[in-house]
């Protein structure tokens, strides 16, 4: 859709001329004589922007600004002053406008100023789609720039009409629990209940209790009948994060909700009904786990009815910049600072950087980024030294790295930075101290 712009001003010759120019530039220009008239047309039709005088018959631009803001608030302004007048113009400012421009005036400035607006505006409806993607809206209208990511969301909408189990697969930290909530509120069920666990942060005696709920008495501390997830979620959606980190015993009892839809609590002989979709979620090699006898093979092609890689955020590096924007969003009201955004060589390191904790290692960065940075814009200085030091080997170094010995190299800087706490470590790396382990005993 073309960006509507509408210029008021009396002299009929630079009217005429600001219109043809902007016109020239691909604008959708429209043009007023006088204030009055400059509303009248935004009453009838929407603009992008409005160009006006700050001195005209009727209304003048002073006086049509707080109109425009607050009837029109989605329209910039730019006010038109000449030399004398800029004192005015800057008043104009305090009260909304966006910008102002001195006659005589070069179009050229016009032109810079209205690209300014326009990427501004481009970058707030991907922030409000982000906000939308990351605060589960129903309408769920995300922002991918990626084609890689474009076409996870294209699965997405493919099965919406669908209630198939959904196996996600992809690294630690690439956004699968978000992807989860995303497929239950495009689904049917999508008013139902939307549950989630992580596997691998309970023992086995807990999580069974936490899925399939227990009866009083069923185990020491049991001293009351609690309802499980698995039976919370019924009509409703259950996210199992981490999958591969379920013992086989509590692989079976899953299995057979997920074939039969019924169940009994820890300590009970009755039988429960439900009617659960479930989405599972591993950053392990499934397969490689059915081979060596650690995953139930029926299991896993009952949770895999339909599978969704998401790629990891060094192979999707176009969504790197409106997702740091949207983190800088998100943590700047609890650090009460006027950051505004990035400077170039901010943005460049987070562009050069392999990003082996993906999405939510960019998040930890960027909240680090803000509690340090004391300027208007997020520097390389407030950015870890590491990662700008730290690379993925490529071709020319005579070897390169797997993404198994990339991992555990990073994990390796983390935990070292951290004097060995393995706890924080794996609390920074966003897994679980089991998975650490794993990683870090790898040959």
Known sequence: MAFRVLVAED?????????????????????????????????EGNFDVLISDIKMPEISGLELLPKVKELFPGTEV???????????????????AFDYITKPFDLDELALKLKKIQEQKVLMKENIALKTFYGMNREVPIIAKSESMKGVLNDVEGMKDSDCNVLLTGESGVGKNLIAKIIHSTSKRQHMPFLSINCATLTEELLASELFGHEKGAFTGAIKTKQGLIEIADTGTLFLDEIAEMSPNLQAKLLKVVEDGEFYRVGETKLIKVDVRFIAATNQDVKRLISEGKFREDLYYRLNVMEIFIPPLRERME????????????????????????????????????FP???????????????LEKGPLITANSLPHSIQVLHIDTLDSGRVLTIDEIVKEYAEKVLKMLGGNRTKAAEMLGISRTSLWKILKEE
């Open 11 to 43: 002299e009929e010759i630079t009217l005429n001329n600001v219109i043809e120019s902007l016109r020239d530039e691909g604008y959708d220009a429209s043009g007023a004589k006088d204030g009055l008239q400059a509303l009248k047309m935004m009453e």
């Open 78 to 96: 730019i006010i038109v002053t000449g030399f004398g007048s800029i004192g005015s113009a800057v008043e104009a400012m305090k009260s909304g």
């Open 319 to 354: 969504d790197i910049k409106p997702l740091s924007i949207y983190f800088l969003q998100k943590h700047l009201p609890s650090a009460h600072k006027n950051i505004t955004g990035f400077t170039k060589e901010a943005m460049e390191i987070f562009m050069n950087y392999s």
């Open 357 to 371: 904790g993906n999405v939510r290692e960019l998040e930890n960065l960027i909240e680090r980024a803000i509690i």
